[in-house]
Structures are given as structure tokens and as C-alpha cells.
């Protein structure tokens, strides 16, 4: 049977170029990058390698770059290390309504321990509220949080004016742009962004390996203490394998993100036409341009996202119902429901994230596959209209 993978935002392969780079880190390059002998050395200089290149994928000074196990870490430390530190100076936060849950957990953590949390609502689109953060941002807002673009419906966030309003007032921005970093260009210095989570595997990197920019000037505390690696910030022996491999990876993805974005967008775009054409009912989540180059996130009236992912998949195609990592619950996406969707409209939302291994062939073959199944679906329910069936 043919097998089609449209589920990257959720995991990646490795590019095997990548892990032909990281191979050596398994076998014969066991030296600790803190050792002070050639063993070392040549993990240390490889770690170096790697930090200048995940620098230059987002325009940041190499020493800016902290390696964390992913975007997960990456989140919790921005978040908990930049209000920690600052506690003094304020004890507001901001954040918005559609973040990963590695920023919602860890800002209501803080709520916990005394921080006030604010929550930016966002539009119909998904776009945040820029005047919501205008009217919200006082001499108390010590970090403010905004994805540079959101892993569920694809929406690019107008970070740059966010960065205006948050330094106007002496605020330092965090951005979560793990989904957005190896897709779009994105610009540490361009945003005047003081810091940035990216994860390794969303760009064909390993799994189980990020890293964190933190502007030169900005300090955070250390949310994990020990031997001192990584500038203090982040102690524990470096995952030399996978650093490497996310510095590979982050190479690539620099290298070839501009030719791979034209060529998505177009299979996106050919995508969601194909959709909306041929299912009635049928409608698309998310910024209809201001949009990630791979997201295609659709409604279907009538549907219940669980049996239409279980039918695809006896069909070979791999898709999602929202986030990978809060699909173990069975709630509706905290993302579609900020948006204005009801519980059922979101519970019938699908999303497909298309990858480099991706072709015209494949969103053919699941086009002319989905309006059947969906037929089929809508044929069983109850609640589907005569004319619909
Ligand atoms: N932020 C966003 C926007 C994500 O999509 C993800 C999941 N890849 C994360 C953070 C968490 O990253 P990780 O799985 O590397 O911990």
C-alpha cells in the first residue's frame, strides 16, 4: 500500500545528510567537549561548528546560541529564567491564547507564584491582538511571549511590531518560532528579538535537541544547575550527536529553505483549493496568506476529525487532528478555540503538514482519496443534513 507522511509539524525525518554529520559523535568521537585533550577538542570544535551555523540560520552572534534538549526546554527557560531574573523589576507577563503548552504550562506556573499572566486573544485568522497588547503592556511587563508562527493553523505572527511595542516600554521579547525557523526567514537582528526557541527536529535535525538565543546583554537564570556548560545557563554534558546534527541541519535549512518554501506554498495552496473545491462545507483555519509554507488546516462540518484521521490512515495517509502534543487528551485544540471555532467546529478540523519528501503525486492521491471517505463519514452521522449525503 502507499504510505504518505503529512504530519511533519508533529515529527520529522532525519535528512540524510544529517545524520551521515552526526554518526562519528555515536562511534568514534566520545571525548567530553569539556576535557581539556585532543578527545575533547575535537567535540568542542564540532559543538562550536554547530552553534556558528544555528546562529546564522536566524542571524544571531554564535555565542548567542544555548543548547537545550528542544523546543520544550527552550520555552521553559526563556519564560521561567527571564521572569525569575527580573522579578525585581516587575511581574507581568504577557502571552497570547494560541501558544504551544511549552509557553501556556510554564506562564501558569508563574500565575502560581505570584507573576500576572496576561493572555492576548487573537482574530478570526489566529493573528494576535497587537492593540490588545498596546492597551495590556505596562512598566510592570517584564517579558512578553509571541510565536512567530503557530504550529496548528500555520498563522505568521507580526512580530516586528510587537518587538516595537514590548522595547517601547522596556519589555524583552521572547519568541517561540520552532515552527516558523527552517520554513520562513527568520531574523533575530531584522525583529530586534532578545530571545528565541527553535527545535532541531523541525528542521530535519534529530529529536530530542534545541536551542535557545539570548541576546548578548539579556540574563537569564539557569533553571538547571550543575557543571556549568553552556555559559552556565544550561549545565549537563552536551548531546554532541545531536548538536551536530541540529547545526547540519540548520545549514540546510538556510541553504535551501527559499527554493523549498516556493515549492510548497504552491503544493499548499494547490492543496486547499482541491479541498474546498470538491468537499461541501468545507473551510480553512488559519490566515489564508500570512501562512507557513507547509500548513494546511481544514474544517469539514459534519466530521469528527478522530474517524477521519483512522480512515486516512487505513488508506496509508498520516495526518493530525490539531498539536501532536496535546492530541493525547481528547479536548478540541486550545488553538481553534481561541480563534472563534466552537467545540464541534474544532473537533472536525484537520491538518496536514506537508515536508520536503512531499509531491504533486501525493496531494493528488489524497484530494481525490478525501471526499470519499468524508461522503462515506457524513453518510453515518446523525447530525449530516439530507442534502449533504
Ligand atoms: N513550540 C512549538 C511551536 C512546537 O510546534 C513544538 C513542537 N515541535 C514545541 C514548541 C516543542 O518542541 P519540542 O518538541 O522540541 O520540545
Redesign the pocket.
Known amino acids: 500500500m502507499r504510505r504518505i507522511y503529512l504530519d511533519h509539524?508533529a515529527g520529522m525525518p532525519i535528512d540524510k545528510r544529517v545524520l551521515e554529520v552526526m554518526r562519528p559523535y555515536f562511534d568514534t568521537h566520545y571525548g567530553n567537549p569539556s576535557s581539556p585533550h585532543s578527545f575533547g577538542n575535537e567535540v568542542r570544535q564540532a559543538i562550536d561548528d554547530a552553534r556558528s551555523k544555528v546562529a546564522a540560520l536566524i542571524g544571531a552572534k554564535t555565542r548567542e546560541i544555548l543548547f537545550t534538549s528542544?523546543?520544550?526546554e527552550s520555552?521553559n527557560l526563556a519564560i521561567k529564567g527571564v521572569a525569575y531574573r527580573n522579578k525585581n523589576k516587575g511581574n507581568h507577563v504577557i502571552t497570547s491564547s494560541i501558544e504551544?503548552m511549552?509557553v501556556i504550562n510554564p506562564s501558569k506556573d508563574l500565575s502560581k507564584q505570584g507573576f500576572h499572566v496576561t493572555y492576548l486573544p487573537v482574530d478570526p485568522y489566529g493573528i494576535v491582538d497587537v492593540e490588545a497588547l498596546s492597551e495590556a503592556i505596562t512598566d510592570q511587563t517584564i517579558l512578553v511571549s509571541i510565536?512567530y508562527a503557530n504550529?496548528e493553523i500555520g498563522t505568521i505572527e507580526p512580530i516586528s511590531e510587537i518587538s516595537e511595542i514590548v522595547h517601547e516600554k522596556g519589555g524583552l521579547l521572547h519568541v517561540?518560532a520552532?515552527?516558523a525557523a527552517g520554513q520562513i526567514p527568520v531574523d533575530v537582528q531584522k525583529d530586534d528579538i532578545d530571545l528565541l526557541?527553535l527545535?532541531s527536529?523541525?528542521l530535519y535535525g534529530p529529536k530530542g535537541v534545541?536551542a535557545l538565543y539570548v541576546k548578548t546583554g539579556t540574563r537569564i537564570q539557569p533553571i538547571t544547575q550543575g557543571g556549568g556548560q553552556e555559559r552556565g545557563i544550561r549545565s549537563g554534558t552536551e548531546n554532541a550527536a545531536g548538536i551536530v546534527g541540529m547545526g547540519a541541519a540548520a545549514e540546510l535549512a538556510k541553504r535551501e529553505m527559499t527554493a523549498e518554501a516556493t515549492r510548497l506554498t504552491k503544493l499548499r495552496d494547490r492543496f486547499i483549493q482541491a479541498l474546498l473545491d470538491s468537499i461541501p462545507q468545507s473551510y480553512l483555519n488559519g490566515h489564508p496568506t500570512q501562512r507557513l509554507p507547509n500548513n494546511v488546516n481544514v474544517r469539514l462540518s459534519y466530521i469528527e476529525g478522530e474517524s477521519l484521521l483512522l480512515s486516512l490512515d487505513m488508506e496509508g495517509v498520516a495526518a493530525s487532528s490539531g498539536s501532536a502534543?496535546t492530541s493525547k487528551t481528547l479536548e478540541p485544540s486550545h488553538v481553534l478555540l481561541a480563534t472563534g471555532l466552537k467545540h464541534e467546529e474544532a473537533h472536525g478540523s484537520l491538518l496536514f503538514t506537508l515536508g520536503r519528501q512531499n509531491t504533486d503525486e501525493d496531494v493528488t492521491y489524497v484530494v481525490e482519496l478525501l471526499p470519499g471517505i468524508v461522503k462515506r463519514l457524513r453518510a453515518i452521522s446523525p447530525l449530516t443534513p439530507k442534502e449533504l449525503i
Open positions: 509539524m528542544g523546543g520544550t520555552n504551544h511549552s510565536m504550529n517561540d520552532v515552527a526557541s527545535s527536529n523541525d534545541g502534543c
